[in-house]
């Protein structure tokens, strides 16, 4: 008996031992909730949006933009003014003089060239690089430091050395200084030179990709690898106690899917815009958990609420019952693909490569039943690809009505009639209209959203139909290898200007899942590229984004995406400051928010507002 | 018992091989590319083609051997006598995860492994105690109702999912009660609530395990003679009866221990604590190879090993058996 309890009793001084050795953090004065972990916190690898938010808390970049104007303005940020040449081509940046990264080293024009070089070079695997290739020569670096790592690769073993990496990586530096538009003329100016002129360069630069890196601490980290050729970085260089900064926060602890802590950036030159001197971030995966959490007051602010519940909540909201649920629009929109390819899978025919197919698809779907009653969480019906009213200067057309009557007979044109009443089309050869399949991943609402959509079709138009469920990184597979019919699809915009949306149809493009080519389209699309003045571009991407959404309808859009968030509000209804409430959330559609300028509101500003009344 | 543990140490790497094929194989087999974006950007094809170069992602046979080469430790052993280029920092590398990319399969698993041994040692601590206890009382008047109710609930334990009852138990103690908290981990408050709920099952176990062996025991000639002495029933039962009943528990404790500590994904889940069972179904989902690879091999050597720690201790507590 003494030997059992024994061996309780040294499991219980392991357990003992583990529990007291895990010290919590303290409390901060801002606690908020994201739906994961961050996937990285290496501006130039960012490309998820819970990450680029960390970004414009730890990092700083050129500009940013002002969150509560509602044109989104561009206003500086690390760079104190910038001057733009008058051929639109090139812009030089003066960096403010008391920028400091958290080490105490002062922020210097040299630590954009290298970071966005970094950005660029195919060894750092941005998602983003492409972003970078409306400066001069970006594009043809990437390309040749590309051929230089493939060239590298095919030598025989003997010949690749850490000296033969070395030489390949000098010659890359050697022939970037030497061709890409981006010099730091002196340790507080730069300049930026572009291919073309690019009227959006300046919200690029706002975008946390194009944050500034500390270049000494990432050297620290770097190697080249004598087997590949390429820059390999130890991930080392972002856990805390290594990372430098130059934003207004600094992380000082971080613990995998368990919490990050960002305290203020002592070195920061502009601490007076810091309204929480501290921050915490809490990843909890669960939808349901991180709404409990929020509720039992774990957090202030729930950034992604993903519930199913999202509707009920926002209706008590409406009965005046719950203040916290808040709907947001974005910069984003949730639609349906179309193959757009002339044959599926196979070899059959794809009868959705004709485009009055699928205008006749996109009419036949009403999307307000869709909504209102199948997704249930206050969304904006979606007509056109590109959020309306989110870029300022462009107007966005109508879009397809819901017009059953229209649709038939659109479907009629292009040779699909009931030939043999028995309520499917059939072609002149008599062979009647494939079941269309619905691909989407399963794990969300998709499959209610296509079988809603397919009891339209089936309905207005006779077509028969098939869900095809699958996980994630298969239904990837498939869209990527254009093995489907009908995909669910969604994009979120990541720069202020209409071709963040419109790119994607591009020919060729990485991103263009739907295998839509169309010259007419590519055609508009490079005038845009090619046209200076902003007014008469805007018009060019007005038509492709007409051209796209009434005519050719590679995708049928459903809604404009709602960002849900939960927090008190700052106020109540007569203006009373609410303690525990949120200040500082911005509600422009690009939704980008700045953690610095968040605040929980206290005791005391209630105490001060009833004082001065 | 000396040459027995070293034969069962000698035997380990080999059965470590044989898991690592197999985990191999099957996690290369899944469907879908490791190094993609699920949503979001993807990079330039090219950007693509050299991350899985880099991580011989194009040719199985060079990643299998490659990681055996690192995991093991042999790349570190053969920097260190070429001196020169050190590029293996750590000695067992198990690679980098795709989906964090900051961190590495060692510091993932460094960060949840303490974690899980906290939570899967307090499930079993709670299970053991609400078992034995279980199980005494169904023993001791068997086919009574206190008896016929312990079996329910330990019914109860095993066939209600931990998905309902952590929820059921958030839902009363954090949110209605103030007890407790949700989403947090690192507190000894925070242990409670999930540790019961992982506990269940296993407490039912562990009690059927103890009514059995107790009611054997029981009947056995030398209780009877204990009584017959004038021992009293409660010193019968806690000093002879539970002794002997308690040992196929011990048996059954070493695999409970480890899986308990190698956590339940639905349970880390559902309160979101940071541990490792979370990372058998988010890296199969994410096809984060090294990561699948890497859980798996610890979650093995930690189960072979917990289960020789058992057999050491039961010939300890019961030298009768060789």
């Given amino acids: ?613 | 018992m000396i040459s027995m543990i070293l034969r069962r140490l000698a035997i380990l790497p080999v059965i470590l091989l044989v898991i690592y094929t197999v985990t191999f194989l099957l996690a290369w087999s899944l469907p879908g590319e490791a190094v993609i974006n699920d949503e979001g950007r993807q990079p330039p094809a090219a950007v693509l083609d050299a991350i899985n170069a880099q991580y011989n992602l194009d040719d199985p046979m060079e990643f299998y051997l490659q990681y055996i080469y690192n995991a093991t430790g042999a790349h570190w052993v053969v920097d260190r006598l070429n001196g020169g280029d050190v590029s293996q920092n750590v000695v067992f590398d198990l690679g980098p995860s795709f989906r964090n990319e900051n961190w590495s399969v060692n510091e993932i698993i460094a960060d949840s492994l303490p974690v899980s041994v906290v939570l899967g040692l307090s499930a079993i601590f709670m299970a053991v105690v609400i078992g034995l206890v279980a199980g005494m009382i169904g023993a001791v008047k068997p086919n009574s109702l206190a008896d016929l109710g312990t079996l329910v609930i330990a019914l109860v334990g095993i066939s209600l999912p931990s998905f309902v009852i952590g929820t059921v138990l958030l839902i009363a103690f954090p949110v209605w009660l103030g007890i407790g908290s949700v989403g947090k981990w690192g507190g000894i408050g925070d242990i409670f609530l999930p540790a019961f709920s992982l506990s269940l099952p296993f407490a039912a176990y562990i009690a059927r395990l103890t009514r059995m062996g107790m009611i054997d025991v029981l009947n056995a000639d030398y209780i009877r003679t204990a009584r017959a002495k004038g021992v009293s029933r409660r010193q019968v039962i806690l000093k002879h009866a539970l002794k002997n009943a308690f040992l196929p528990v011990l048996s059954y404790l070493g695999p409970a221990t480890a899986f308990a500590m190698t956590g339940s994904f639905v349970v880390e889940r559902v309160f979101n604590i940071p541990g490792m069972g979370q990372h058998f179904v988010d890296a199969v989902q994410g096809k984060d190879l090294f990561v699948i690879m890497g859980v798996t091999l610890v979650f093995a050597t930690i189960l072979i090993l917990l289960n020789l720690v058992v057999d050491v201790l039961y010939r300890w507590v019961d030298p009768r058996i060789e």
């Fill in chain 1, 1 to 613: 008996m003494q030997k059992i309890l024994a061996i309780f009793f040294i499991l219980f001084a392991i357990l003992a031992a583990t529990v007291m050795s895990d010290r919590p953090l303290p409390e901060a004065e801002l606690t908020i909730i994201n739906r994961t972990e961050f996937n990285t916190v290496d501006p130039q690898q960012m490309s998820y949006n819970h990450d680029l938010r960390l970004a414009y808390s730890i990092y700083e970049g050129l500009v940013r933009w002002d969150n509560e104007s509602e044109d989104f303005d561009i206003i500086p940020a690390a760079a104190r003014s910038w001057t733009v040449s008058d051929d639109y081509l090139t812009y030089t940046f003066e960096i403010e003089p008391t920028a400091k990264w958290s080490n105490g080293d002062p922020v210097l024009a040299s630590d954009f060239v290298y970071s966005w070089r970094r950005a660029i070079l195919p060894d750092t695997a941005a998602d983003y690089s492409n972003l970078f290739f409306s400066i001069r020569n970006a594009k043809a670096f990437f390309e040749f430091r590309a051929d230089q790592l493939d060239e590298y690769a095919d030598r025989p073993q003997a010949e690749r050395t850490p000296r033969a990496a070395q030489q390949l990586f000098d010659e890359a530096i050697a022939w970037f200084d030497e061709n890409v538009g981006l010099r730091a003329l002196n340790d507080k100016t730069l300049e930026v030179t572009l291919e073309r002129p690019t009227a959006f360069f300046l919200d690029l630069c706002a975008f946390g990709t194009f944050s500034p890196v500390h270049p000494p601490t990432l050297e620290a980290h770097t190697r080249l690898d004598p087997n590949t050729g390429s820059q390999q970085i130890n991930t080392d260089w972002t856990k805390p106690g290594k990372i430098v900064t130059n934003g207004p926060y600094v992380p000082t602890a971080w613990r995998f899917k368990r919490e990050m802590f960002l305290e203020l950036n002592p070195y920061y030159w502009n601490p007076g815009m810091v309204r929480a001197k501290t921050v915490k971030i809490r990843p909890i995966n669960d939808p349901n958990t991180s709404v409990l959490a929020y509720q039992t007051g774990l957090a202030d602010w729930n950034t992604d609420v993903t519930v199913d519940f999202v509707g009920d909540m926002l209706k008590e909201k409406a009965e005046g019952n719950f203040d916290d649920i808040h709907a947001l629009s974005t910069f984003g929109t949730y639609f349906w693909s179309f193959n757009c390819t002339p044959t599926l899978t196979g070899g059959r025919q794809n009868p959705f490569y004709d485009p009055r197919v699928r205008r006749a698809f996109s009419m036949a779907v009403d999307k307000t039943t869709i909504v209102e009653n199948v997704k249930r969480s206050g969304e904006k019906v979606a007509n056109v690809f590109i959020p309306p009213d989110s870029i300022p200067g462009f107007d966005s057309p109508p879009g397809l009505p819901h017009d059953p009557a229209a649709a038939r007979a659109l479907l009629a044109e292009a040779g699909w009639v009931d030939r043999d009443g028995d309520g499917v089309p059939e072609n002149e050869r008599g062979e009647p209209f494939p079941t269309v399949t619905l691909l989407y991943s399963t794990g969300a609402y998709h499959d209610k959203i296509g079988l809603a959509m397919g009891g339209m079709w089936k309905r207005e138009l006779g077509i028969n139909y098939k869900l095809e469920g699958k996980e994630l990184k298969v239904y990837k597979d498939d869209l990527k290898s254009r093995n489907y019919m009908i995909a669910r699809g969604g994009w979120f915009g990541d720069y202020g200007d209409p071709t963040t949306f419109l790119d994607l149809h591009k020919t060729d493009d990485g991103n263009n899942d739907r295998g839509y080519s169309d010259p007419v389209l590519d055609e508009l699309l490079a005038q845009a590229e090619d046209t200076a003045e902003p007014e008469p571009r805007m018009e060019i991407l007005e038509e492709a984004e007409r051209y796209t959404v009434m005519e050719t309808a590679p995708i049928l859009p459903v809604w404009h995406y709602n960002y849900y968030y939960l927090f008190q509000p700052p106020v109540d209804q007569d203006g009373r400051p609410n303690p525990g409430g949120l200040e500082g959330i911005s509600y422009h559609p690009r939704l980008v928010q700045y953690l610095w300028k968040l605040r929980v509101v206290t005791e005391e500003d209630l105490e001060t507002w009833e004082a001065a009344r």
